[in-house]
C-alpha cells in the first residue's frame, strides 16, 4: 500500500542559486549527465521548471521569486529506502552487538509491549530522521500488531510535510526449531484473514 503525502512548498516561483554542486540524476545508466557546479534550479510551487548553471539563469525568472542561496551545498534528488522497520526505532540501541537470532530473540519480548502511540512515535522519529538524511521515500515494513497495534499507527506518522511513505504488511513472528523467525503470510492469512482485509484497505 503506497500513498502520496506532498511536501507543502510556497506556491510561489523559488529559486535555489548558487548551488556548490547539482547532481541532475539523468541521462543513461551507463552515461549519466555529469554533476553540474555552481548551478541553479527554480521551483513553480512542486515543479522543477529550469536547471543550468547559475550564470545563465533567466533573468525573468528572478522577477518576483523567493531567492535561496545553496553556495556550499549538494542538490539532488531525493533518496529511497526501500526496507525499512520505522516501529523499532526507538529500540535500535538495544542489543547492538548480537548476532541477528540473539537479537531478534532479545527484542521480541520487548516489542510485545508495542503500543498504537509507541508505533507512531517512532514512525514520527524514524521519518524526521531520514529526511534529514536526504532521504524523501521510504517503505515501512510493519509485521507486529500488539495491544492493537495497526498500520494506520505509522500511517499517521507520515503526516503532511513528511516523506512519501509506502507501508507494506509483512509475515508475523513465529519460531522455528526454537529460533525465533517469521512464518509466511500464507499462515497469517489462513489464521488472521481480517487482518489482512484491514491492510489492504486503501485510504481516501
Known amino acids: 500500500m503506497c500513498f502520496r503525502l506532498e511536501v507543502p512548498i510556497n506556491p510561489t516561483r523559488t529559486v535555489l542559486r548558487r548551488i556548490h554542486t547539482l547532481i541532475p540524476m539523468t541521462g543513461e545508466r551507463l552515461a549519466p549527465t555529469p554533476p553540474l557546479q555552481d ?9 522543477i521548471v529550469w536547471v543550468g548553471l547559475d550564470s545563465q539563469l533567466p533573468a525573468e525568472l528572478l522577477e518576483g521569486a523567493e ?21 523499532q526505532t526507538l529500540t535500535r540501541c538495544l542489543a547492538v552487538d548480537s548476532g541477528l537470532f540473539d537479537w531478534l530473540k532479545t527484542l521480541y519480548p520487548i516489542w510485545l509491549n508495542l503500543t498504537p502511540q509507541a508505533a507512531y512515535d517512532s514512525a514520527q522519529l524514524g ?14 515494513h510493519l509485521y ?3 495491544n492493537g497495534v495497526t498500520l494506520d499507527d505509522t ?17 508475523e513472528p513465529g519460531r522455528i526449531a526454537g529460533r525465533v ?12 484473514p481480517g487482518r489482512l482485509r484491514a491492510a489492504d484497505r486503501r485510504l481516501p
Open 144 to 146: 507486529l500488531y500488539p
Open 127 to 140: 521519518l524526521a530522521e531520514l529526511a534529514l538524511s536526504g532521504c524523501t521515500t521510504s517503505s515501512d
Open 181 to 192: 523467525a517469521t512464518r509466511p503470510r500464507r499462515g497469517v492469512a489462513r489464521r488472521h
Open 155 to 171: 500511517i499517521r506518522a507520515a503526516s503532511p510535510g513528511a516523506a512519501l511513505s509506502c507501508h507494506a504488511r509483512q509475515h
Open 67 to 87: 531567492i535561496r542561496d545553496l553556495g556550499g551545498h549538494v542538490v539532488l534528488p531525493g533518496l529511497v529506502n526501500t526496507h525499512h522497520h520505522l516501529y
Open 39 to 47: 548551478a541553479a534550479l527554480v521551483l513553480e510551487g512542486q515543479q
